[in-house]
């Protein structure tokens, strides 16, 4: 990988805006924007490079549109050269530890845990009658009164949204009726509450870059929900073990396989 010296915002929209009419290059400006904008840019990506466009999105990037070269519009850091075992947020981070995406990403970073996307549900009025904490167990979050949604799961792939309609609860009611392979081909997919579904411009993807296998061994150990506290209860019926005594009393549906739970028995591993 090759750092490129940095190009002005200007030119860098210049050249996209000719290759791209579609994209608004000043949503790249705007530390609010979605990774879904910049993902929108690796359209052209070639397939055989690495590392994948979801994980360079991620990591605060766009494509040039030129060989394997991608930008931060925030700081104008261009890289290009990647190797398949590259972290991009982590050389991003490295190369411009001031920039503005690297401040916003730490934000992000805090809704991995329970609690803190909970916090998030304190002034959100536009659903006053769902439960945050059904939806906080699976991923959701609070930000600007919108509802996002955090996940491990790439899901700028059709395939990956389709599999997800695969545990949604049938529905009767005509207005609730969805085609799973339209919608996923629409963009959409099922986070797994009630019959919600979102586009998956309101999801966040997050990257495991722990590679060790003791690093392995303790995120298998750690509760799904709050990833905290270590895997101290079982679900029944379905019998998965993937939460901490303290969030498995606050759910309905099993985490894994989305069945409805009976009940939630203390083990100790």
């Known amino acids: 990988m090759i750092f490129v010296r940095p190009l002005s915002a200007l030119k860098i929209s210049t050249k996209l805006l000719r290759k791209n009419s579609r994209i608004d290059i000043f949503n790249f400006l705007d530390m609010d924007d ?121 899901f700028s792939k059709y395939v990956t949204r389709l599999e997800s309609f695969k545990n949604r609860p049938v529905q009767t009611h005509p207005l609730k009726k969805v085609n799973p392979h339209a919608a996923s081909r629409e963009g959409f997919l099922y986070p797994g509450v009630d019959a919600y579904i979102i586009h998956e411009s309101r999801c966040d993807f997050i990257s495991d870059n722990n590679n060790s296998d003791d690093n392995d061994e303790n995120d298998r150990l750690l509760c799904k929900i709050c990833l905290e506290a270590e895997i101290d209860a079982v679900f029944q019926p379905c019998g998965h073990a993937a939460a901490c005594i303290t969030c498995a009393t606050k759910i309905r549906d099993c985490c894994i396989c989305r069945c409805k739970l009976e009940a939630s028995i203390r083990i100790y591993i």
């Not at 398949?84 to 916003?104: A, G, Q, V």
């Not at 916090?119 to 919108?146: A, H, M, Q, W």
């Open 34 to 154: 979605l990774q879904f904008t910049r993902l929108q840019t690796f359209t052209k990506w070639p397939l055989y490079l690495n590392p994948k466009p979801i994980l360079l999105a991620a990591g605060g990037f766009i494509y040039s549109g030129t060989g394997d070269r991608c930008i931060c519009m925030i700081c104008g850091l261009s890289l290009k050269n990647w190797k398949s075992s590259d972290i991009p947020i982590d050389i991003h981070m490295k190369k411009k530890p001031n920039c503005r995406f690297i401040s916003s990403f730490n934000e992000l970073q805090k809704m991995k845990f329970y609690h803190e996307r909970l916090k998030t549900f304190l002034n959100y009025s536009k659903k006053p009658n769902i439960d945050p904490c059904r939806y906080v167990s699976v991923g959701f979050y609070c930000k600007d009164d919108e509802m996002r949604y955090i996940t491990y799961k790439d």
